[in-house]
């Protein structure tokens, strides 16, 4: 039996999901911007408005999300294939709630 617990989001959950938020926001508009930028048949005044766009959005490229544990806001050790931490996937994974995972001993 699983006890649900009320998860309280820390300020790096929060952070991250309004990293999360504003880069599904800007991210068609960033590829525009960027292609402008790299574009070197357009004169250099556009490219360079076209960089100072990029510039100005803080928070909207992708390398600034961090994965993070969707149970537990935990920011290390996350495994890609299920979203959570080791430890949550070593507790889980002995309990059987996730499927291939057993425990095993030498």
């Not at 408005?49 to 996350?78: D, E, P, V, Y």
């Not at 499927?99 to 095993?104: A, E, F, M």
């Amino acid at each position: 039996m699983v006890v649900k617990k009320e998860i309280n989001m820390n300020n790096f959950a929060k952070l991250d999901k309004k990293k999360r938020n504003t880069f599904l926001i800007y991210e068609l508009k960033r590829l525009v911007f960027k292609a402008l930028s790299h574009d070197l048949s357009l004169p250099k005044l556009i490219r360079m408005k076209a960089q100072l766009q990029l510039i100005k959005r803080k928070h909207s490229s992708k390398t600034s999300i961090h994965n993070r544990c969707f149970l537990s806001n935990r920011g290390k050790s996350i495994y890609k294939k299920y979203g959570i931490s080791r430890i949550l996937i070593r507790n889980l994974g002995h309990q059987g709630f996730i499927p291939g995972i057993s425990k095993d001993s030498w």
